[in-house]
């Protein structure tokens, strides 16, 4: 019933660009702060960048501050994270996940998020 799905996820070469999107099934994505993550093998799974329900406001991943973008759509239904300029440190695969909460922050503790998606591979490879 509850669901929150990745997509966009590939291989892509140094400096290169995607939009994963973020979508929700089964609950109201007004209701909720929503947060990117991402793990890479071998290493824990770490914030990237959040938004807010309340106010919209944006937090990111110092190391992802001046390439990436967070957004909602319109409806605000969805969720996109625009990831320019990626390395080959970027690889990972990358989460979205839901949290009841006014106001995000990359420090909130993952274990606040109720919902997680199944994730998507980002590749960044010559």
């Known amino acids: 019933q509850l669901q929150l799905v990745e997509y966009g996820g590939g291989l892509v070469q140094p400096g290169g660009s995607l939009r994963l999107s973020c979508a929700a099934s089964?609950?109201?994505?007004?209701?909720?702060?929503i947060g990117w993550f991402r793990q890479a093998p071998g290493k824990e799974r770490e914030g990237v960048s959040c938004i807010s329900r309340s106010d919209g406001s944006t937090e990111y991943l110092d190391s992802v501050k001046a390439r990436f973008t967070i957004s909602r759509d319109n409806a605000m239904n969805r969720v996109y994270l625009e990831m320019n300029s990626l390395k080959p440190e970027d690889t990972a695969v990358y989460y979205c996940a839901a949290v009841a909460r006014p106001l995000c922050s990359v420090a909130t503790s993952q274990s606040d998020y109720k919902y997680w998606g199944q994730g998507t591979q980002v590749t960044v490879s010559s």
């Open positions: 089964g609950f109201d994505f007004h209701s909720y702060t």
